[in-house]
């Protein structure tokens, strides 16, 4: 056989082979054309994100009583079911929440919530929520009950800084004589004395616990004004004597102060030894507390200091001796 002819034959095959494997791919291709009715296979749809939104949440821990500030917050995005999970009264802007004071302790990264975490219902505690992790190291805090003339009218709030004010009524003297082992008692003429001084400054209130409110609708005694059934659309503060304990931060030998004041106090209001508060400015809470920056007060000073006149003994003396008398 000749060479040309053999070379006929062999792209023969190569050609009859290619067409029968480009056959099978078609069949393959087309699932067997007659073995199945069913529609060819589609593409699932890329499902879309669910929404998001800026939430304010804590940049730092946060203590019970402290006022928030814009370096204590943040903004996280969140999905709108993970913020509706937290049961509503978040913030969007941390305009919302600076200035306001935190109830109970928040920790970094907690989202701010109106309802949870904010001081309500006139400054009062939340039953149940840690204040040990509101008091600065080395300093205890102690509770003083107040009423609306020595707690600033009950209107004090955790976060507040308050000045403390010890008043002492004394009314006698001891006077050791010159002997040995003598004394003698004076017993002031008038009413007993009274020496005032602001012992303990700049101390910061970390609750405070009102008493139980009247049933709705009840009658509120007001020593001013006949009783009375209120039903404002606020809750406003009434002169209605009621009184607060507040829990204040102070340093322990304060405490001790604080402590021996409130024991050594009468039954009586304002009768033997008294302790109230004085409130501070917001604008002076990082101001260096200290006891030594004021005189105190007493009768004498009050003369000396303020010239306020003390009583004329001359309408009551002999005339002989008022001549002595000298101011």
Same mark, same amino acid.
């Given at each position: 056989?000749?060479?040309?002819?053999?070379?006929?034959?062999?792209?023969?095959?190569?050609?009859?082979?290619?067409?029968?494997?480009?056959?099978?791919?078609?069949?393959?291709?087309?699932? #067997? #054309?007659?073995?199945?009715?069913?529609?060819?296979?589609?593409?699932?749809?890329?499902?879309?994100?669910?929404?998001?939104?800026?939430?304010?949440?804590?940049?730092? *821990?946060?203590?019970?009583? *402290?006022?928030?500030?814009?370096?204590?917050?943040?903004?996280?995005?969140?999905?709108?079911?993970?913020? *509706?999970?937290?049961? +509503?009264?978040?913030?969007?802007?941390?305009?919302?929440?600076?200035?306001?004071?935190?109830?109970?302790?928040?920790?970094? #990264?907690? @989202?701010?919530?109106?309802?949870?975490?904010?001081?309500?219902?006139?400054?009062?505690?939340?039953? #149940?929520?840690?204040?040990?992790?509101?008091?600065?190291?080395?300093?205890?805090?102690?509770?003083?009950?107040?009423?609306?003339?020595? +707690?600033?009218? %009950?209107?004090?709030?955790?976060?507040?800084?308050?000045?403390?004010?010890?008043?002492?009524?004394?009314?006698?003297? @001891?006077? %050791?004589?010159?002997? @040995?082992?003598? %004394?003698?008692?004076?017993?002031?003429?008038?009413?007993?004395?009274?020496?005032?001084?602001?012992?303990? !400054?700049? !101390?910061?209130?970390?609750?405070?616990?009102?008493?139980?409110?009247?049933?709705?609708? @009840?009658?509120?005694?007001?020593?001013?004004? /006949?009783?009375?059934?209120?039903? /404002?659309?606020? $809750?406003?503060?009434?002169?209605?004597? !009621?009184?607060?304990?507040?829990?204040?931060?102070?340093? $322990?030998?304060?405490?001790?102060?604080?402590?021996?004041?409130?024991?050594?106090?009468?039954?009586?209001?304002?009768?033997?030894?008294?302790?109230?508060?004085?409130?501070?400015?917001?604008?002076?809470?990082?101001?260096?507390?200290?006891?030594?920056? %004021?005189? +105190?007060?007493?009768?004498?000073?009050?003369?000396?200091?303020?010239?306020?006149?003390? $009583?004329?003994?001359?309408?009551?003396? $002999?005339?002989?001796?008022?001549?002595?008398?000298?101011?």
């Amino acid at each position: 056989m000749k060479r040309s002819n053999r070379l006929l034959i062999l792209l023969g095959l190569i050609v009859a082979i290619s067409g029968a494997v480009a056959a099978a791919v078609v069949a393959n291709g087309s699932g #067997g #054309g007659t073995t199945s009715n069913g529609p060819s296979p589609t593409t699932l749809p890329t499902p879309t994100p669910e929404p998001t939104a800026q939430v304010v949440v804590a940049k730092q *821990d946060i203590h019970a009583g *402290d006022t928030i500030t814009a370096a204590m917050l943040t903004l996280k995005s969140m999905t709108l079911s993970e913020r *509706d999970a937290l049961g +509503g009264g978040t913030f969007a802007s941390v305009d919302q929440v600076v200035g306001r004071i935190a109830g109970s302790d928040i920790s970094n #990264g907690k @989202a701010i919530v109106d309802s949870r975490d904010f001081v309500t219902n006139g400054g009062a505690a939340v039953e #149940g929520a840690d204040l040990a992790g509101s008091i600065a190291q080395g300093m205890d805090a102690v509770s003083m009950e107040v009423d609306q003339v020595t +707690g600033v009218g %009950t209107l004090l709030v955790p976060g507040d800084h308050v000045d403390i004010i010890l008043s002492v009524y004394v009314d006698q003297l @001891a006077i %050791t004589g010159v002997k @040995a082992g003598t %004394t003698t008692v004076l017993n002031f003429p008038a009413s007993p004395q009274v020496t005032t001084k602001m012992v303990i !400054r700049n !101390r910061r209130v970390l609750a405070t616990l009102l008493a139980p409110a009247a049933p709705e609708g @009840a009658a509120v005694t007001n020593t001013a004004a /006949p009783l009375v059934t209120p039903a /404002p659309s606020a $809750p406003l503060v009434q002169f209605n004597q !009621r009184h607060m304990l507040v829990v204040v931060e102070v340093m $322990p030998e304060e405490a001790e102060v604080i402590n021996w004041a409130q024991r050594a106090e009468l039954t009586a209001a304002r009768n033997y030894i008294d302790l109230s508060v004085a409130l501070r400015s917001r604008l002076d809470d990082a101001a260096k507390a200290s006891h030594t920056d %004021t005189g +105190g007060i007493t009768y004498y000073q009050l003369v000396q200091n303020y010239g306020v006149l003390p $009583p004329d003994p001359r309408a009551v003396i $002999p005339a002989k001796l008022g001549l002595v008398i000298q101011w």
